[in-house]
């Protein structure tokens, strides 16, 4: 049911200065910028093999990843994982116990559906499913 690690996603407070490192010394390519307005963040992917990093800026001082920094810095913020099937999965892990900060997937960058389920479940670890079709 889940495939491997999608990508892990980095809080930062400016993607245009992070790309900097990534694109000019590890010698990345960057994969585009988005904006996913009601997440109040822009992001952009970074392709790593078979995984990608995926750098989250805040659009607005209240927005998460703004609470994010303000709270701990910058720094690795989500994992997320791949699945096949996010309703199904989602449903099952439910049924577990599992906490989900998502009742329902939600369109996510790059036109992924995604649900995160909340740390208290994942020791302390916000988890991101995410299925791309
Ligand atoms: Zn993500």
Do not use: W
């Amino acid at each position: 049911m889940i495939k491997k690690i999608d990508h892990i996603g980095i809080a930062v407070k400016s993607i245009e200065e992070a790309v900097k490192f990534y694109r000019d010394v590890l010698g990345l390519e960057i994969k585009g910028m988005e904006v996913v307005e009601e997440q109040k963040v822009k992001t952009t992917f970074i392709p790593v093999g078979d995984s990608e990093i995926e750098l989250l800026e805040s659009t607005s001082e209240d927005g998460p990843i703004a609470r994010f920094i303000e709270k701990r810095g910058e720094g690795i913020q989500h994992i997320a994982l791949q699945v096949d099937n996010i309703e199904k999965t989602l449903e099952e892990l439910k049924q577990m116990g599992v906490n989900f900060i998502d009742e329902l997937p939600r369109y996510g960058a790059g036109g992924a559906k995604i649900a995160f389920i909340h740390p208290k479940s994942t020791n302390g670890v916000l988890l991101e499913l995410c299925q791309r079709d």
